[in-house]
């Protein structure tokens, strides 16, 4: 996967930008309700195999550190290809326990600039973007991410 890596210091900041998705229960969530601590922003989807193929990484990281770093897996759902219903029957099926959350607008999609999945942004827990990598991470690349966000 392709990362970039945006250095953090007092003079350069880069404030990720705001957006709001959707839980499992229909009820709104921003990025910025998240700030405080490490953030994983993944976009995915359910018919994506590049995204079905980091998701056991995903939910193995996300088991060991998900009380320190948020995880906010956000899912493209447009409604037709991609519900609500269908992505969470996935997550379901493969026993994930990550939280999900559902992009019905395309908003956060079109915040982050998102032109393929899987992409994923690191960001840090005063809420600056510092990297973000496209296509599949496996478990060290996540863990390397998370590494620069977690301090």
């Known amino acids: 996967p392709e990362t970039t890596t945006e250095p953090e210091s007092e003079e350069e900041v880069n404030p990720a930008p705001d957006f709001t998705v959707y839980n499992r229960y229909g009820q709104p969530v921003s990025l910025s309700d ?6 994983v922003l993944n976009f995915w989807a359910s018919w994506c195999g590049p995204c079905r ?5 995903f939910d193995e990281v ?11 897996l956000v899912n493209l759902t447009d409604g037709e290809v991609e519900t609500m219903q269908s992505a969470s ?3 379901d099926s493969m026993g994930y326990s990550f939280p999900i959350y559902f992009d019905l607008t395309d908003e956060a999609a079109y915040t982050y600039w998102v032109q393929s999945i899987p992409t994923t942004f690191f ?11 496209e296509g599949a991470l496996d478990y060290e ?9 977690y301090n």
């Open 89 to 91: 029957a996935f997550i």
């Open 141 to 149: 690349t996540l863990l390397y991410g998370i590494s620069m966000i």
């Open 62 to 72: 996300y088991r060991l550190l998900g009380d320190e770093v948020v995880f906010m």
């Open 34 to 39: 998240m700030i405080g601590k490490p953030i």
């Open 53 to 57: 193929s980091e998701m056991p990484d």
């Open 123 to 133: 960001i840090s827990a005063r809420g600056n973007l510092v990297a973000y990598a």
